[in-house]
Structure formats: structure tokens, C-alpha cells
């Protein structure tokens, strides 16, 4: 059968050959489930490598206004809102262990996730410290206050003038910044971090042009407060 010119297409099929292809390209530039999907958290998956944090933490306050305690199954991440349950598996040892975020961390670079004791000894990996994992998220109990904005954590430093100079620096770009303290069992620390962001696309593109312009090693965190 010969196709039908497109000068004899009625008017309701050319709408739905247009809406066909408006869709198809919406699909396939759409943002990542990290940035803009009504559904997230849940169905969020990152791969890393995870450590765990103990005695030194067990009964300092957590991100969301609990005690910590080691004993129980939950760990500290980045950027997932507090609430957000996941199960990790180790990609090691094949291990899974579920565990509700509640704390911020870690903040290392090259880190993913920080599991409370019971998490590490459910996977295996409290006397190596460290341990590649995939962590995906399968539930989520939001809080009335939202999932609070992002940040930039640009770097932390034990000396308050260190601190102070590298903040003036991105302060020129970045006016919306902030030094905040933090007492740790290893001292006190001064973290200086910038922005405001709304995605994580769009705190990823800051952080890696203050690392290309300073030579940092930022990373983006989620702002509680």
C-alpha cells in the first residue's frame, strides 16, 4: 500500500504524530531521578564504596535529631533525604543488610555511605573498614520540612583562618556561603560550604568548577538545618 501523502493528513493525525515525538523527546532528555522525579528517593540507585563509624559517634546527635546508636541498623549518606530506607548490598561478599538514613556522611571524598556497627558486621566488613556496595532505595518516610536545599562543601579545616581565606575566595562567586562548626572525636572542624541549590545537577556543575578553578575536592551535601 502506498503511504499517504502528507498533504491529505487530517489535522488530528498530524496533532498525534507531534505529541508522539514531543513525548519521545521529553523521555529521552529527562532529567535524572536524582534531580526532578516525583517519586524520589525511592528507586535511587549508587554504587561506591561505603565505610562505617562507631564508639567515637555512639550517642552524639545524628542530622535528624536522634541519639546515635551503633547497635542499630542505619547509616549516614550525603544527599538522600533522612527517612530514606535502602537496602546495601556488598558487592564483595554478596551480603545485603536494610538501613534507614539518618545522619549525614561521610565526608570523604570517594565514600558513599557510612553504616552505623550492626550495618558493617551484617555485611562483613567491620574489620577491613571499607567495602564496595550498591545501595537502592526502597523506601522513604518523608518529614514535614521537606527534604532541605543542597550545598557544596568546598573543604573542612581545623584552623578557623584557613577556613576563613578559602571562604572570602568563593564568596566572590558564591555569596549565599556559610562556615559552620563541628565538634568530632578527633577535634574540633570548620566546614565551609556555598550555594543553595535546588538539584543535584545543578550543585554538580558548581562543585566541579571550583574544584577545575581552585583545585578542590568539593562534593555536594544536603542542607537539614
Not at 525511592?42 to 564508639?55: I, K, L, N
Not at 581545623?158 to 581565606?165: E, F, I, K, T, V
Request: net charge positive.
Amino acid at each position: 500500500m502506498r503511504p499517504m501523502p502528507l498533504t491529505k493528513l487530517t489535522p488530528l493525525f498530524v496533532f498525534v504524530i507531534g505529541l508522539g515525538a514531543f513525548l519521545y523527546h521529553g523521555c529521552a532528555t529527562a532529567p535524572r531521578p536524582s534531580d526532578r522525579f516525583s517519586g524520589y528517593p525511592v528507586g535511587f540507585v549508587e554504587r561506591g564504596m561505603a565505610s562505617w563509624y562507631g564508639p567515637g559517634f555512639h550517642g552524639n546527635r545524628t542530622a535528624n535529631g536522634e541519639r546515635y546508636d551503633m547497635y542499630k541498623l542505619t547509616a549516614a549518606h550525603r544527599t538522600l533525604p533522612l527517612g530514606s530506607v535502602a537496602v546495601v548490598h556488598s558487592l564483595t561478599s554478596g551480603r545485603h543488610v536494610t538501613v534507614r538514613i539518618n545522619d549525614r556522611g561521610p565526608f570523604a571524598r570517594g565514600r558513599i555511605l557510612d553504616l552505623s556497627l550492626a550495618g558493617a558486621q551484617a555485611l562483613g566488613m567491620v574489620g577491613n573498614g571499607t567495602d564496595r556496595v550498591e545501595l537502592r532505595v526502597v523506601g522513604y518516610n518523608s518529614r514535614p520540612e521537606g527534604m532541605g536545599l543542597l550545598r557544596v562543601q568546598v573543604g573542612a579545616f581545623a584552623d578557623l583562618r584557613n577556613a576563613r581565606a578559602l571562604f572570602a575566595q568563593v564568596q566572590r562567586d558564591y555569596p549565599d556561603g556559610r562556615i559552620i562548626q563541628i565538634d568530632l572525636p578527633e577535634g574540633r572542624r570548620y566546614r565551609v560550604q556555598i550555594g543553595r541549590f535546588l538539584t543535584e545537577s545543578e550543585a554538580q556543575v558548581a562543585a566541579a568548577r571550583l574544584d577545575r578553578t581552585l583545585r578542590l575536592q568539593s562534593f555536594v551535601v544536603r542542607d537539614d538545618g
